[in-house]
């Protein structure tokens, strides 16, 4: 699902503790292997700030597991194939929108998302566990830790899953040795919003809400969720009473009373699990003022609001090339 999960991953099944043991060899502070030389790879051991501590990888890691939300995305742009991913969009095999799936060479281990199988993990044999997005808990990080290095979010996210892609991009670039690579493509995706901005200076004059539909009842996002960033980045201002509501999530559920606060002079909603038919002829949200005023893009195409969802590189590259003329129609632009 797109929408992010609110809860967090289980426990350690009583029968995985030994398989872990195995798997933990070397504990969570090292990675990878060195070479028949016994040294590491050039440029390893690195070093990486996450918001439980610094996490060292000893040498260049060849089975990569990406557990966190668009981990394995960040990871293919940066030309690594990861052996196991975590699919929280259930796109299905191979676990990542259809802007990335053509990079992997076979199919990678499906994984759970919430409540990680930890020994179908350290089958895996994972040199290194990518959860840089992720719900911000210490007791996911201490869940993972005993499977290899985990790289956690970076020092300073507040909201849950709220590294933004170009934390992401750095953080998995420097775990992979491609610091450059991952250079190159923020400057790339921020080259792509910096030409918008410039091509549409009066986005900075709007105000805008993001919602979801899901499992009957709508939710909204706050800034630190990636939807909301990406509409900043274009230059759209956020001005809401939502943010208060948050406290510290990435997303805030409606009752019908408040789903008003989605009025701003550009609203973005999206089903999640359903129709859009849904939103369209729903009272509720078809009674706030920017539905009424036609300010309303309620998202129906699947790709579209996953790439909008996904805040990898790859797939935000995707969703400009469709939001943008989105916006237009919307507002009535040439």
């Given at each position: 699902?797109?929408?992010?999960?609110?809860t967090r991953g289980g426990a350690i099944a009583a029968g995985a503790l030994s398989v872990?043991?195995?798997?933990?060899?070397?504990?969570?502070?090292?990675?990878?292997?060195?070479?028949?030389?016994?040294?590491?790879?050039?440029?390893?051991?690195?070093?990486?700030?996450?918001?439980?501590?610094?996490?060292?990888?000893?040498?260049?890691?060849?089975?990569?597991?990406?557990?966190?939300?668009?981990?394995?995305?960040?990871?293919?742009?940066?030309?690594?194939?990861?052996?196991?991913?975590?699919?929280?969009?259930?796109?299905?095999?191979?676990?990542?929108?259809?802007?990335?799936?053509?990079?992997?060479?076979?199919?990678?281990?499906?994984l759970a998302t919430l409540e990680p199988n930890l020994e179908e993990i350290a089958t895996?044999?994972?040199?290194?566990?990518?959860?840089?997005?992720?719900?911000?808990?210490?007791?996911?990080?201490?869940?993972?830790?005993?499977?290899?290095?985990?790289?956690?979010?970076?020092?300073?996210?507040?909201?849950?899953?709220?590294?933004?892609?170009?934390?992401?991009?750095?953080?998995?670039?420097?775990?992979?040795?491609?610091?450059?690579?991952?250079?190159?493509?923020?400057?790339?995706?921020?080259?792509?919003?910096?030409?918008?901005?410039?091509?549409?200076?009066?986005?900075?004059?709007?105000?805008?809400?993001?919602?979801?539909?899901?499992?009957?009842?709508?939710?909204?996002?706050?800034?630190?969720?990636?939807?909301?960033?990406?509409?900043?980045?274009?230059?759209?201002?956020?001005?809401?009473?939502?943010?208060?509501?948050?406290?510290?999530?990435?997303?805030?559920?409606l009752s019908p009373e408040l789903v008003e606060v989605l009025d701003a002079d550009l609203?973005?909603?999206?089903?999640?699990?359903?129709?859009?038919?849904?939103?369209?002829?729903?009272?509720?949200?078809?009674?706030?003022?920017?539905?009424?005023?036609?300010?309303?893009?309620?998202?129906?195409?699947?790709?579209?609001?996953?790439?909008?969802?996904?805040?990898?590189?790859?797939?935000?590259?995707?969703?400009?090339?469709?939001?943008?003329?989105?916006?237009?129609?919307?507002?009535?632009?040439?």
């Amino acid at each position: 699902m797109n929408r992010g999960p609110l809860t967090r991953g289980g426990a350690i099944a009583a029968g995985a503790l030994s398989v872990l043991m195995l798997a933990a060899c070397g504990g969570q502070a090292t990675g990878g292997s060195p070479d028949a030389s016994g040294e590491s790879a050039e440029g390893y051991p690195v070093t990486v700030q996450t918001l439980f501590g610094d996490v060292t990888v000893e040498d260049r890691p060849t089975n990569v597991v990406a557990m966190g939300w668009s981990d394995a995305e960040t990871a293919l742009a940066l030309g690594v194939q990861p052996v196991g991913v975590a699919d929280w969009q259930g796109y299905g095999a191979p676990g990542v929108g259809p802007w990335a799936a053509d990079l992997f060479d076979s199919e990678p281990a499906q994984l759970a998302t919430l409540e990680p199988n930890l020994e179908e993990i350290a089958t895996l044999d994972p040199d290194v566990v990518l959860d840089t997005r992720s719900d911000n808990s210490q007791d996911r990080y201490d869940l993972l830790s005993p499977l290899g290095p985990v790289v956690g979010p970076p020092p300073g996210v507040e909201v849950t899953y709220g590294t933004t892609w170009q934390e992401q991009t750095r953080q998995v670039a420097q775990v992979l040795g491609e610091d450059e690579r991952g250079e190159e493509l923020i400057a790339g995706l921020e080259a792509e919003f910096e030409t918008i901005r410039e091509e549409n200076p009066d986005f900075a004059d709007l105000t805008i809400a993001v919602g979801a539909y899901f499992d009957g009842r709508y939710g909204a996002y706050v800034p630190g969720d990636g939807r909301v960033d990406l509409l900043q980045n274009l230059g759209f201002q956020y001005e809401s009473e939502i943010t208060d509501m948050a406290d510290g999530a990435f997303y805030v559920d409606l009752s019908p009373e408040l789903v008003e606060v989605l009025d701003a002079d550009l609203t973005i909603v999206f089903p999640i699990g359903d129709t859009a038919d849904v939103l369209r002829e729903d009272p509720v949200l078809q009674g706030i003022g920017s539905a009424e005023d036609g300010r309303l893009i309620i998202m129906d195409d699947p790709a579209l609001a996953n790439a909008f969802s996904s805040g990898s590189t790859l797939g935000i590259s995707y969703a400009l090339d469709g939001i943008v003329p989105l916006v237009h129609e919307t507002l009535d632009r040439e």
